[in-house]
């Protein structure tokens, strides 16, 4: 039997440990120890559930999508209408004279409610002032929007490999976001506000549109 107290190297990959030991006679020993690296889908992990569970209980379906931002490949909800009814229940998606309209601030915040925020929390407000800013993650780059409250956490908690802009606080942020999507409609992924293939020019007209800097402290 080996003496634990003896010296010990473990050697490891993605998928097993490649151990050497001795108890003390001069003699190594090698061994193997396996163990399983989670692969679970980044939705699974955070909701603690597979993708049956979260159905069940949220009623909201994930696809696969071709993007992978930072090597973890992502998905997009489902709009089946159990997903929709889920949504629209929990107030994060609701209709204005006909139009839908999404609290994206809520969601990124984790709140219970979209429309009425836990005590103490702010509420989104479209009428206040906000930054558009301009990152980059491999090959893809995005473009988005938040409140001036919010900036620095919704930059922080999408961990960019590179903040290439954000613009200073104005009024009118939201009109920019979608006017600088419009203008790259056609290098747009899916309906994400996520953009590939942009070339140098592209990404000049953006950096200037959005002031040359990074107009807010990180």
């Not at 206040?128 to 995005?142: D, I, L, Q, R, T």
């Not at 001036?148 to 939201?174: C, F, G, T």
């Amino acid at each position: 039997m080996l003496n634990s107290g003896y010296p010990k190297l473990v050697f490891n990959n993605k998928t097993n440990n490649f151990t050497v030991t001795t108890a003390g006679d001069g003699i190594l020993r090698t061994g193997v120890d396996y163990w399983e690296e989670d692969t679970r889908p980044e939705h699974e992990k955070f909701f603690g559930m597979d993708e049956k569970e979260i159905y069940e209980k949220y009623g909201i379906c994930f696809t696969k999508t071709d993007i992978e931002i930072n090597g973890v490949r992502q998905y997009k909800m489902s709009s089946d209408f159990e997903a929709k009814l889920w949504l629209l229940k929990k107030g994060f998606v609701k209709y204005v004279r006909g139009k839908e309209v999404w609290n994206e601030e809520a969601l990124d915040e984790g709140w219970d409610n979209g429309w009425t925020p836990k005590k103490g929390t702010k509420a989104k407000n479209n009428a206040g002032k906000g930054h558009v800013y301009f990152v980059k993650s491999n090959n893809f780059h995005k473009i988005g929007s938040s409140s001036a409250a919010n900036i620095q956490r919704r930059i922080k908690y999408q961990k960019p490999m590179e903040i290439l802009a954000v613009s200073p606080k104005i009024e009118n942020y939201r009109k920019l976001e979608k006017e600088l999507h419009h203008h790259f409609a056609e290098k747009r992924v899916l309906k994400y506000e996520v953009f590939e293939n942009l070339d140098a020019a592209d990404i000049k007209y953006i950096m200037n549109k959005l002031g040359n800097g990074i107009n807010i402290k990180l």
